[in-house]
């Protein structure tokens, strides 16, 4: 938020309009603690289009934004030792900004891309986020790599704007529209370029305070977000039982229960749908055999696996794979 009204701001209109014109007050800005839902988020964004009378919003937004603005999460990923780190760091922490977002990398040969998946979906606000994420990520990977790097691609699920002659400054040409996700493709080699003048000692106390908002804002998150957020982020070889989770989470096995009726939802149901998101994310790697993702979902047999990833998907790995490879 800050980020969006100090590039509007540069455009000359004041925060105070911005904020006025989207219905919030300067004090909800000022403090650390105040969390926006998405209506209030895609106000601001539509505000500060209108205001600002600047098409290319985000792109400008991504151009300027410092790691700063990001709190600890920017300054974890400025202290990575690598790119690869600085992404899974990255992907690690959104939710102490913001929820939903998602980063997947998929490696494949040579390349890697980096797939965005943003929470938005009114075209100028996704078209607005997309440009801010693909172009804030440009600048990470320039950090690692060199300020003259280039991408093989990038990609927007949307179609070519009016004002496509700024993607072509920023992106140098390399622009495709109306493509099946948004993201960027670059060298692969990339990811682990080692970056000198990193901060072990810092990188870790970084972390340390990371967690300790993550845990923060979980506590204060719903248990439905709770419990998926968790299974998300643990391995699921051996599948959690609800009274595991529910321990982890602080609370009883019957009153997770309860809480999970109230939102018409099975623990068992969260359970598959998260094993489907990781085959999905170990397919998206092709170093990543069909037998190696059967048994890190804790599957005996790749025949197994096949017979549920079909049930979860109504496409065999193989199938995916190949249709992930085409896209």
Not at 94 to 123: F, Y
Not at 160 to 170: D, G, K, L, N, Q
């Amino acid at each position: 938020m800050r980020a969006l009204v100090e590039t509007v701001e540069s455009s000359g209109v004041s925060h105070a309009h911005l904020l006025a014109e989207a219905g919030l007050s300067a004090a909800q800005l000022e403090d650390d603690s105040t969390v926006l839902s998405l209506d209030q988020y895609r106000r601001v964004l539509r505000a500060a289009l209108l205001t600002s009378d600047n098409a290319a919003l985000g792109l400008h937004m991504g151009e300027r934004t410092s790691a700063g603005k990001f709190g600890v999460v920017g300054y974890l990923a400025e202290q990575s030792s690598c790119l690869r780190e600085a992404l899974a760091i990255s992907s690690a922490y959104v939710s102490v900004l913001t929820e939903g977002p998602r980063l997947e990398v998929v490696e494949e040969n040579e390349l890697a891309t980096l797939r965005l998946t943003l929470i938005c979906d009114g075209l100028p606000e996704v078209q607005l986020t997309t440009e801010f994420a693909t172009t804030w990520l440009l600048r990470l990977v320039r950090q690692f790599v060199g300020d003259d790097a280039q991408v093989q691609r990038a990609f927007f699920a949307y179609p070519s704007p009016a004002h496509r002659a700024e993607y072509t400054r920023v992106f140098g040409g390399r622009e495709q529209f109306s493509h099946v996700f948004s993201g960027l493709t670059i060298e692969r080699s990339w990811l682990d370029r080692a970056r000198p003048h990193s901060s072990p000692e810092l990188l870790r106390l970084l972390q340390t305070q990371a967690e300790l908002l993550l845990a923060r804002g979980d506590r204060a998150a719903p248990p439905l977000q709770r419990v998926k957020r968790w299974l998300s982020a643990h391995s699921l070889e051996s599948r959690p039982t609800m009274d595991t989770v529910a321990r982890e989470l602080g609370m009883s096995a019957r009153s997770l229960r309860r809480q999970l009726a109230c939102e018409r939802v099975l623990y068992s149901e969260l359970v598959e749908d998260a094993r489907a998101a990781r085959a999905k994310e170990l397919l998206g790697d092709t170093q990543c055999s069909v037998q190696d993702a059967a048994y890190a979902l804790g599957f005996e047999a790749p025949a197994a696996f096949s017979r549920a990833f079909r049930r979860w998907t109504g496409m065999a790995p193989s199938e995916y794979r190949a249709e992930r490879t085409r896209a």
